[in-house]
């Protein structure tokens, strides 16, 4: 859903114009050969950056060129992302040449990149109404490895809102052996920058070129990042060079960046005076708002209208990534983009006598939350933000894209992160609203009946709340038959039938609730064996253990999803059975988390069986991982545990 084209999510920027390959020059002579790669830097790696290169020249306030080129060799099948390029461009965005190279082991020259090898592409996204933006795609894979392969463009850019953001070391097992950052600006145009994770060798060098001030980063030799169990994202441990203007102008537009208010203030003045409405829905919502005396229920009123009357189209043109549509077009036709629907649900609310304020956030069910520490853009896109003046919670955030998103709810998409609020007299970074372990609840209750040959019966109810919403909330907008396809590709069992099932949602507090009712028949879940019948009362929610770590681990403990998942299950045991063993009860309570199971004989002969597994959203050092493995392997083979049944005697 969203709008803002950032450099923090391009690949990079080309418009597809390609030149003879300047590898032609050199075509005599060998070039990265492999042979001359480091061991060190082999291991654990895929493929290895030889030599990557960028620059970024200001050029003004309204212009910006970026270099690169990037040499990188291919090891293996899992590195042969590294030999395709995907390339954009758009209205802004021009590209002067791209050109491509591929040598063998050897480091002689295979082939060159043509023009006829690069493919012009639609980045039409199938809900687009106009866009300008399109794309080239370049494919040097070859069949053999390994294989070096080295690509060079220059792009200029009349969008210097996103100055670049260095990565030299982008993937986990990836390797490089040598990468520079290079920025070049007028002094009149300092540059802004933060430096992470950058190593002792690395340090910035400053210069001068003329009336020119120099920036220049570099790394060499940098060992390819092991992909271990529970690390945190690659851009937590890599280095990385973000920058940022203080001063740009796109399309006449001119804005400051020194500050998240400058940036909140430049977007609003972008779009002040948009927001006017049709006399006729501005009288409709100004009755709405009269005939609702309750704040949250006139708001909900609003936002239902909205989502019954508009949809999202995408709509991507030059400046209109940062300008929206008039109140009026969305009123006249229906649709609008994220800005266009935002601003317009934040008119009809005006009219409906309720105060709001657009705010830009980074959308995305894996994205990371922005630096809040380094003002810049981070953002790709808008929701709104709804004070309310008289109860509790004090804040109704509404994301104006959907139109089935439960009404307050923001989801994995723009939940648990900051947000910039669009204020005449520029805004600040607020919090989107905290889905912890006690909002993302799965809660279930189950009845399950045994036959004398194993076979069973299960009823099955499941509540989905908080983010545990998310994984299941598109099945309601599914055909019966899809749905129930779908929830049994769900369930971790060997063979079953689902004889009944529904589903139904519940929105009406702070988190939405989907409630799934299953009944299920699966035969032979525990057939007997001789005398004894052995069953895992764990029937759906058993937690693996992760893998351990090969020698030292590397990275710290990232638990980045909180949940709570408790299960209730009562096993209904067959008449000339009873209970001969029972698991023993586990208690643990960690850092990592919390887990209880227990097993109990009822008065009527049955079994219940309890289980309760608490996750926090947290981080932990390195060090800790041996005690956070046997926490998880602890709770892996209680969840294992068998209740075994013995036949009683005639």
Known sequence: MSLFFSKLQRVVLVAGVAFPSFALAGAGTPQYPVAALPSSLRENAHAVVRRQDESLAVKSVGRTVETTRRAVTVLDEAGSQWATEVVYYDKLNTITYFRGTVYDEAGRVVRQLRTADIHDISLSDGFSLATDARGRTADLRQPSYPYTVEFEYEVVSDN???YSTWRPQPAEQLAVEQATFRVLTPTSLPLRFQERH?????ALVRSKQGALDVFQWQVRNLAAIEDEADSPPVSELAPMVLTAPTEFEVEGYHGRLSSWQDLSKWTYDL?????????????????????????RARIRKVYEYLQANTRYISIQLGIGGWQTFPASSVAANGYGDCKALTNYCKALLQAAGVTSYAALVRAGSTAQDIRTDFPSSQFNHV?????????RPDTVWLECTDQTNPFGYMSSFTGNRHALLLLPQGGRLVATPRYGAAENRRERRADVHFDLQGNATASIRTRHTGLEFDAIAGLTGLAPSEQKKRLGDRLP?????????????????AVPVLTENLTLAVPALAPPNGKRVFITPNLLCRTSAPRATVGERRTDIWLSHAYTYTDTVRLHIPAGFRPEQLPAPVKLATP?????????????????????LLMPNTRFSRTDYP??????????AADKAQVVLVKTEA
């Not at 990592?592 to 309760?612: A, C, K």
């Open 160 to 162: 210097p809102l996103f």
């Open 198 to 202: 950058l190593p002792s060798d690395g």
């Open 271 to 295: 779009n002040a005076g948009r927001d006017v409405l049709p006399p006729a829905i501005q009288a409709q919502m100004a009755a709405l708002g009269r005939g609702e005396k309750d704040e």
């Open 383 to 391: 929701v709104l933000c709804v004070p309310l003046t008289s109860t």
């Open 493 to 509: 069992l060997p063979s079953f039938t689902i004889t009944k099932f529904s589903l139904t949602p519940d929105e009406s507090g």
């Open 592 to 612: 990592f988390g919390d887990y209880l199971s227990q097993v109990q004989v009822m008065p009527d002969g049955n079994i219940l069986y309890i289980r309760r």
């Open 627 to 636: 005690a956070y493995l046997d926490f998880r392997r602890r709770v892996s």
